[in-house]
């Protein structure tokens, strides 16, 4: 993004301001101690702060209540242990069932991201990747700009200083978005998560080499699954697509390009700001706005214009609704993904994630009539346990780090 996730944009696993901001900051702070984390897919539990603040706050609001009912509870002649009982029952439903929601609207808004562009590229048979990015990044610029202008959220101003520092993550970010789009109209969902999990490889590589990241073998064993996986998948793939794995593994350098550009652009970004910090809402906002005139010009230089002028798709209605409906759905991601942070921890997160690619991948196979082999399930079954292996390493990796 998560990671549409991220940002709002329409691609597959591409990196959400949400999981961004959180990278960045965990890796200011293990810089200090000496030891930098980074993962651009699966972050660490960073809202510790935000949610013993959180919890102290509903302790003392639940005891200040049971004091209030003690009293009450003396003239009744009610014992003091089950009115305690009574109150710690219904704040771990009320905890859950917040989570459990949070979780649930995050899975179906990525999954649903994820299968609408694969419809509108393939089923649609729309040529035209850049301009289905382009209006989804315009239908999420008008609705947070709407929501600032009522005042429901607040972003930070977009200035040239800003702008100028933000400019070199915007191309890696505006590219990520269109090979991811070239990508998926070629191959299918199944194969397109487990190719995804190539990103993480580079990222630890990268890691290596330009912030001195260590990883144990757990890690290194994760990751060496998921090529496996990867080679494994495209020989048995029955639908095997040159272009279009082509474009997916320039998708994996881009993915893994920006989350680690971002890391480092992330410290002076929030310098120039106003208020000294750049949350979700100013990424999605920044991000999505400055695509726009970098979209028109790829427009113009891929002749996507031609296209345009020639299709019959854009005097259909359904056409527009759907590819409407994929742009609000790129935005409910990123709230979703925050909302569903703040009810959890970073490393719930980050597992759900890897856990979502199983059912999208049965769903995608189904849903688009994908020839498949048993050799080639098999191979996508492996990758995406790779995957979950991987969360679960970095997880293990991250506590012997704090420890």
């Not at 597959?12 to 293990?30: C, Q, Y």
């Not at 003396?74 to 771990?92: A, H, I, Q």
């Not at 082509?246 to 971002?262: H, V």
């Not at 002076?268 to 949350?279: E, F, I, Y």
Request: proline letters at 3%.
């Amino acid at each position: 993004m998560n990671p549409r996730s991220l940002p709002v944009a329409a691609s597959l696993d591409s990196p959400d301001p949400v999981l961004e901001r959180v990278l960045t900051e965990d890796s200011n702070s293990s810089s200090q101690g000496g030891e930098r984390n980074f993962s651009a897919h699966q972050p660490i539990l960073l809202d510790q702060v935000s949610g013993s603040f959180r919890r102290e706050v509903v302790n003392r609001s639940h005891s200040m209540k049971a004091v209030n009912r003690d009293d009450e509870d003396l003239e009744n002649g009610m014992l003091e242990k089950d009115t305690e009982k009574s109150v710690r029952s219904n704040k771990v439903v009320t905890v859950h069932n917040k989570a459990l929601l949070s979780g649930l609207a995050y899975c179906i808004s990525s999954c649903s991201m994820i299968l609408v562009n694969k419809f509108v590229l393939s089923s649609y048979d729309f040529n035209a990747g850049i301009s289905l990015m382009l209006y989804q990044n315009f239908v999420s610029v008008v609705v947070v700009s709407t929501l600032r202008f009522f005042g429901i959220i607040s972003t930070e101003p977009l200035t040239w200083r800003l702008i100028r520092v933000w400019f070199p993550v915007n191309v890696i970010f505006v590219g990520m978005l269109i090979t991811s789009m070239f990508s998926l109209k070629y191959i299918n969902v199944a194969m397109v998560t487990v190719l995804k999990n190539v990103t993480n490889v580079i990222t630890a590589v990268g890691e290596m080499y330009l912030f001195n990241k260590t990883h144990d073998n757990r890690v290194w064993t994760a990751l060496f699954l998921m090529i496996i996986s990867a080679i494994t998948g495209g020989i048995t793939d029955l639908s095997f697509h040159a272009i279009g794995y082509t474009w997916q593994i320039i998708n994996c350098f881009l993915t893994a390009s920006y989350s680690l550009t971002l890391r480092r652009v992330m410290d002076t970004a929030k310098q120039v700001t106003k208020s000294g910090n750049l949350d979700e809402f100013s990424m999605v906002l920044l991000n999505n706005t400055l695509s726009l005139p970098l979209g028109i010009l790829l427009i113009l230089l891929f002749n996507e214009v031609d296209y345009l002028s020639r299709t019959p798709l854009l005097q259909l209605p359904t056409f527009w609704l759907v590819t409407t409906f994929s742009g609000f759905l790129g935005l409910a991601i990123s709230f979703t993904s925050m909302w569903f942070l703040h009810q959890t921890s970073a490393t719930t997160y980050s597992l759900v994630g890897s856990l979502n690619k199983i059912p999208l991948s049965v769903a995608g196979i189904f849903l688009f009539h994908v020839s498949t082999s048993l050799e080639n399930s098999a191979s996508i079954f492996f990758g995406l346990l790779a995957g979950v292996f991987f969360a679960r390493a970095k997880m293990q990796d991250k506590s012997q780090i704090r420890s």
